[in-house]
């Protein structure tokens, strides 16, 4: 649920080709910076209703650690 989400708004808002956006994809490879992060975050925020603070977004590395986090708060 939170990941087929995720892909979709890095694919529709990012460019991002589905087949490169999966679980150990890594923000780095899919040319997802920081503001971008912020914004994704913004996006899981109002789906979800899961807050997620700039200091955890500094320590998402892969999709997996956006997603885990989202889960584990939902």
């Known amino acids: 649920m939170v990941l087929e989400f ?8 990012f460019g991002c080709e589905e087949e490169t956006v999966y679980l150990s994809a890594s ?3 899919l040319n ?3 503001g ?4 994704l975050a913004m996006l ?3 789906r ?6 700039d200091d955890a977004l500094d320590s998402f590395v ?6 885990g986090y989202t889960e584990d708060r939902l």
């Open 27 to 29: 923000f780095d490879e």
């Open 48 to 53: 979800f209703g899961v807050d997620i603070p």
């Open 32 to 34: 997802i910076r920081f």
């Open 6 to 13: 995720l892909r979709e708004c890095l694919c529709d808002r």
């Open 62 to 67: 892969l999709v997996e650690d956006m997603v």
């Open 44 to 46: 899981l925020n109002e």
């Open 36 to 39: 971008e992060l912020a914004e």
